[in-house]
């Protein structure tokens, strides 16, 4: 079934960054001790150091954790591209920045179609993008959706889904793909947390869409239009 799929793996030491739905920005705990940047890294160091060298940050442990359905019913929002939600969870990241913005553009605006008979007015989405460190050897699919097109198809999660299967049980760490909804990106799909450290801020964003409009405005600064996707 992944003849000629599965043949190249990458050392991959890099960033990857991770777009999630959030609140107005939170309160920075640090952010009166000191203007200086060594004496704020100093004391978020200070912070995770408090937590033991087993702690791990919610933001890479959440969906693996989320992914896994466990009375066996799975509902739409569990099944993932690389996951059906019943046996384990994957943890999804891109390359860019503006590749996250794509995908997640893309999923919130089916969301909301869900809703569209009671949707009248603007709505908005607060979002968070953390940069996360990602080193291991990983499967690299960055240019096999030229022969394999089921790897990005927009809709149909069966045969990634059976691939996510075929290399979680396999052990493998995680993969790199082509991003479905942004031509010139690339997304990670991680399958085990060892691979993922460093959970950092990033930017707050936030996405507006009034019903009846073509595309979804997408906020660095409130009020101010950066992207119009």
């Known amino acids: 079934m992944f003849?000629?799929?599965?043949?190249?793996?990458?050392?991959?030491?890099?960033?990857?960054?991770r777009n999630i739905p959030s609140v107005t920005p939170s309160e920075d705990l640090l952010d009166d001790l000191s203007d200086d940047a060594k004496d704020r890294a100093?004391?978020?160091?200070?912070?995770?150091d408090q937590k033991?060298?087993?702690y791990r940050s919610p933001i890479i442990m959440r969906p693996f954790l989320y992914g896994v359905s466990l009375d066996g019913r799975v509902s739409a929002g569990a099944r993932t591209r690389?996951?059906?939600?019943?046996?384990?969870?994957?943890?999804?990241?891109?390359?860019?920045?503006?590749?996250?913005?794509?995908?997640?553009?893309?999923?919130?605006?089916?969301?909301l179609a869900d809703m569209l008979t009671t949707i009248r007015e603007e709505v908005?989405?607060?979002?968070?993008?953390?940069?996360?460190?990602?080193?291991?050897?990983?499967?690299?699919?960055?240019?096999?959706?030229?022969?394999?097109?089921?790897?990005?198809?927009?809709?149909?999660?069966?045969?990634?889904?059976?691939l996510g299967e075929h290399l979680h049980k396999n052990g493998q760490s995680g993969l790199l793909v082509q991003a479905a909804r942004h031509p010139e990106g690339v997304n990670?799909?991680?399958?085990?947390?060892?691979?993922?450290?460093?959970?950092?801020h990033h930017s707050y964003l936030a996405y507006r869409w009034t019903p009846g409009e073509s595309f979804?405005?997408?906020?660095?600064t409130t009020g101010k239009v950066w992207k119009r996707i």
């Open 52 to 54: 033991g060298p087993d």
């Open 82 to 111: 690389f996951s059906d939600g019943r046996k384990f969870g994957v943890w999804y990241g891109s390359l860019s920045l503006i590749t996250t913005v794509y995908e997640t553009v893309y999923h919130w605006k089916r969301r």
């Open 42 to 48: 100093f004391g978020e160091a200070l912070v995770a």
């Open 124 to 162: 908005v989405s607060d979002r968070r993008v953390f940069k996360v460190s990602v080193c291991g050897v990983i499967i690299d699919l960055r240019d096999k959706h030229r022969r394999f097109p089921a790897l990005i198809d927009p809709n149909d999660y069966t045969y990634t889904n059976a």
């Open 3 to 17: 003849s000629g799929l599965i043949d190249t793996v990458v050392d991959f030491s890099g960033t990857t960054f």
């Open 188 to 200: 990670l799909a991680a399958f085990k947390p060892d691979i993922l450290s460093d959970p950092r």
């Open 216 to 220: 979804v405005r997408v906020e660095k």
